[in-house]
């Protein structure tokens, strides 16, 4: 085996380069490459890769599950927005009840008179 003589550097554009091309890598790998090197993804508005690849079994279990989530996280923001029943005649809420670590030290000043 010949030893090398000098040195050569590395740089980010031949890294990007690099990682475009092969496809062995696993995500870990690429990034820690990426972060060591200084070399940011290829485009910022290229189509994230996807997750079930080939499988389309997979792909159609992740679909219903992403439709699940979707579904449960519009209910709870629904749910957040409009509330069931307007209360006109209810009075203002404190402002401090927003905030517990508040009312923990008005009770203990309260206590102490």
């Known amino acids: 085996m010949e030893r090398k003589v000098g040195s050569s550097t590395v740089t980010a554009k031949e890294v990007k380069a690099a990682l475009e091309k092969t496809r ?5 790998e690429e990034k820690v490459l990426r ?3 200084g070399a940011g993804a290829s485009s910022t508005r290229a ?3 996807r997750a079930a690849g080939d499988n389309e ?7 219903v599950i992403e439709m699940q989530l979707l579904k ?5 923001a629904g ?5 069931a029943t307007p209360k006109a005649a209810a009075p203002a809420p404190r ?3 927003a905030n517990p670590t508040k009312d923990k030290i008005v009770r203990a000043l309260r206590k102490k008179k």
């Open 24 to 28: 062995t890598l696993a995500a870990e």
């Open 35 to 37: 972060m060591r090197h």
């Open 47 to 49: 189509p994230l890769p």
């Open 57 to 63: 079994e997979l792909a159609d279990e992740l679909l």
């Open 72 to 76: 449960a996280m519009r209910a709870r």
């Open 79 to 83: 749910a957040k927005a409009a509330p």
């Open 95 to 97: 402002e401090s009840a």
